[in-house]
């Protein structure tokens, strides 16, 4: 009888062993890998008077404008399929009104504030070109990582906008937000007026 019962026994000591393990636990939430295209630039020339280097992975469209609208409205994106990406820029002819042109893009960031956890501004002085402004990199959770302002203060201003076709989702996003608001600090730096 000995024998039979050591491997009964033996198997109820398996059992309470495997037993009493830890209560199974979910995987966390994971997200697949990003792979960012190689970091190179191309010149852009389109309708809106100004011209700057743009990332070759980018598609520049243009909006339709009535020829008298073109001299003091223009717009035009930059597009990031790979990325699902775009940042939205308005060209506006300066019509006595820069104070009010600079206050609508604060406006803008400020209505980003409830979300954001910093705002981080840099300046753009360029005075050799007359380019000058304002990026304002939006941290958080935010419908728009990036907004700036581009003006000469005296006849040209341009606005844009950084967004996503996501849902805001600071942490996922941050490599494609970085790789972006470096190709939006390039475009500053190389913006020329027309």
């Not at 243009?62 to 035009?76: F, N």
């Not at 940042?87 to 019509?95: G, K, L, P, S």
């Not at 006849?155 to 970085?178: E, I, K, M």
Request: with cysteine; aromatic share 10%.
């Amino acid at each position: 009888m000995k024998a039979k019962r050591e491997p009964w026994l033996l198997g109820v000591l398996a059992l309470a062993l495997v037993a009493c393990g830890d209560a199974p636990l979910p995987k966390p939430r994971g997200y697949f890998r990003i792979d960012l295209p190689e970091q190179r630039t191309a010149p852009y020339t389109g309708a809106c008077p100004f011209s700057a280097e743009v990332p070759r992975y980018a598609r520049m469209v243009g909006g339709a404008s009535p020829a008298a609208v073109l001299d003091t409205v223009c717009w035009v994106n930059m597009l990031f399929p790979g990325q699902r990406a775009a940042v939205h820029m308005t060209y506006r002819r300066i019509q006595g009104d820069l104070p009010e042109l600079i206050e609508d893009a604060h406006a803008f960031k400020e209505k980003h504030e409830v979300k954001a956890v910093r705002i981080g501004t840099e300046r753009i002085l360029r005075d050799s070109a007359r380019v000058f402004g304002t990026l304002f990199d939006v941290e958080g959770d935010v419908a728009s990582p990036m907004v700036f302002y581009l003006t000469d203060s005296t006849t040209h201003f341009l606005y844009g906008a950084l967004y996503f076709d996501a849902r805001p989702n600071a942490d996922s996003l941050a490599p494609v937000t970085a790789r972006i608001r470096a190709d939006l600090r390039r475009f500053a730096g190389t913006l020329r007026w027309r």
